[in-house]
């Protein structure tokens, strides 16, 4: 069965460093989104992603953070300038896109990058 | 603004009780309720969904979930629990495509 996949699964960084996760999302699929989950706290949307732009974004993705689909199959999020608050597991999803739109779909959720910044 | 309210922190129950996990939501329209599980160090698996129709919902695993408009509830319900089911659960509400989360419960089974 397709399944959308992350790397990598544990990435740590310092304190204002860049990183970049990575996502491929299942093939056919023409939604993308990214979420995020600080330990012991809700599962939060950041962002989506339809026909090559951000289609819907939270509070919370602000400049720090950008997204690309920078080939066919990749799928990623940039933080420019981490921060310790920025630590957290970050899931990737995607959706098929056949339902009408976004709205209906069912979100297929990767196995999460845990991001530590120290 | 949609949100999502999941009452229960932490629940336990004996393997082999029944279970229901409460959702309550809170959406201007016609809402897109998801039930998703996460076992630990594990993403997100959807066990069920609703968007219109039969507003009792089968997922996978033998959990089903019932949509009642009145009292904007989405419970989850097993008949019977497994050690296995042990995890948390999310239930989330989607919109145009940015879900909402509930908190999630923590299930534990009990022997």
């Known amino acids: 069965e397709p399944e959308v996949t992350q790397t990598p699964s544990h990435q740590v960084t310092q304190m204002g460093q860049e990183v970049i996760l990575r996502c491929v999302p299942i093939s056919n699929h023409l939604y993308f989104y990214w979420y995020r989950q600080i330990l012991g706290q809700k599962v939060e949307f950041l962002v989506s992603?339809?026909?090559?732009?951000?289609?819907?974004k939270s509070e919370i993705f602000d400049d720090q953070f950008s997204v690309e689909r920078p080939d066919g199959s990749n799928f990623t999020l940039k933080i420019r300038s981490t921060k310790l608050e920025d630590s957290a597991m970050y899931f990737c999803?995607?959706?098929?896109?056949?339902?009408?739109?976004?709205?209906?779909?069912?979100?297929?959720f990767g196995p999460g990058t845990r991001l530590t910044v120290l | 603004a949609q949100s999502v309210t999941q009452p229960d922190i932490h629940i336990t129950v004996s393997e082999g009780a029944s279970l229901e996990l409460r959702c309550n939501y809170s959406y201007g329209a016609t809402p897109y309720l998801f039930w998703y599980v996460q076992s630990p160090g594990q993403g997100l698996q959807l066990l069920l969904k609703?968007?219109?129709?039969?507003?009792l919902v089968q997922g996978i695993k033998g959990f089903e979930a019932e949509f009642k408009r009145s009292q904007s509830s989405f419970n989850l319900r097993k008949p019977s629990v497994h050690w296995s089911d042990a995890a948390e659960y999310f239930c989330?509400?989607?919109?145009?495509?940015?879900?909402?989360f509930g908190a999630g419960t923590r299930l534990t089974v009990k022997p």
């Open positions: 992603f339809y026909n090559n732009e951000i289609s819907e």
């Open positions: 609703y968007f219109s129709g039969d507003t």
């Open positions: 999803a995607s959706s098929p896109g056949t339902s009408g739109g976004a709205r209906t779909d069912t979100q297929y």
């Open positions: 989330a509400v989607g919109a145009y495509g940015d879900m909402r």
